[in-house]
């Protein structure tokens, strides 16, 4: 929640630490809060990039996690 407070005005940026953040969350095990991490994400990806690149979203964060 704290990242979105923070860099609510960023949602670029807020996608790349949910993404670290996933990363740090899977490497410690903590694999469902990974997952959930990694799909919010990806679905500000979604909204900033377009459904067409979904494929290669996903792609690029299940490698991440």
Do not use: C, M, W
Not at 45 to 65: F, K
Request: proline residues 2%; glycine residues 6%.
């Amino acid at each position: 929640e704290r990242v979105d407070e923070d860099l609510g005005e960023q949602p670029r940026t807020r996608a790349d630490l949910l993404e670290i953040l996933a990363d740090v969350h899977s490497k410690l095990g903590r694999l469902d809060d990974a997952r959930t991490l990694q799909a919010r994400g990806l679905e500000i990806r979604r909204t900033l990039e377009g459904r067409e690149n979904e494929i290669a979203l996903a792609t690029a964060l299940t490698r991440r996690v």
